[in-house]
């Protein structure tokens, strides 16, 4: 069964993920986007803050949304927030980035990108398999329409992601 339990064994899996986006996107694009407002879509237990603390980034300015309470932990700050991704509780253009990681092929919705001023970023990205590679990777092209497509990369680890960084075009 999925619980907050399991998923917590599934830290140093997580981990490994935003380690290999460090390194490939580099410190310089997480400092610059951290310093706007940054949203976080299905940030589970604040894994990916956790992980931005460990290697002293300050994640003040970003939110943490996450359909279940059960999986919020506080991280180094105060900003969780539970909400559905189909219908977030913020105005039109609110956030300067959008992060959204093992997510979006359960939420399968455009919300995050009227939540997004123009020009802002979305960084969005799923785990796969090699059955369901295509499927995920057309999923998360579908929700951006509204977008350029900036940059794209696959990480082979533990386990396999598919990441895509795009920014709003109007
Ligand atoms: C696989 S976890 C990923 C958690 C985290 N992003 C990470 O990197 O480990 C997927 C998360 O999406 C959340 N979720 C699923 N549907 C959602 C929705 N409609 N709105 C907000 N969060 C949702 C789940 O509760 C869960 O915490």
Do not use: C
């Not at 400092?31 to 589970?44: A, M």
């Not at 927030?81 to 977030?88: E, Q, R, S, T, W």
């Not at 939540?115 to 979305?122: E, H, N, S, T």
């Amino acid at each position: 069964m999925f619980t907050p339990q399991v998923y917590d064994s599934w830290q140093d899996v997580q981990w490994e993920k935003y380690d290999e986006f460090l390194r490939i996107m580099g410190r310089d694009f997480f400092s610059s986007i951290l310093e706007k407002r940054v949203l976080d879509i299905g940030s589970g237990s604040g894994y990916l803050e956790r992980f931005l603390v460990s290697k002293e980034f300050d994640v003040k300015n970003v939110v943490s949304l996450d359909i279940r309470k059960d999986f919020m932990k506080k991280v180094d700050k105060e900003t969780l927030v539970i909400g559905d991704a189909k219908f977030l509780p913020f105005k039109n253009g609110r956030f300067d980035a959008v992060v959204s990681v093992d997510t979006m092929h359960l939420v399968k919705d455009t919300d995050f990108a009227r939540v997004l001023k123009p020009g802002g970023l979305a960084l969005l990205s799923v785990f796969f398999s090699h059955g369901v590679y295509e499927e995920r990777r057309n999923l998360l092209r579908s929700l951006l329409t509204d977008f350029q497509i900036i940059f794209e990369f696959e990480i082979h680890g533990k386990e396999k992601e598919y990441v895509i960084l795009a920014r709003k075009t109007n």
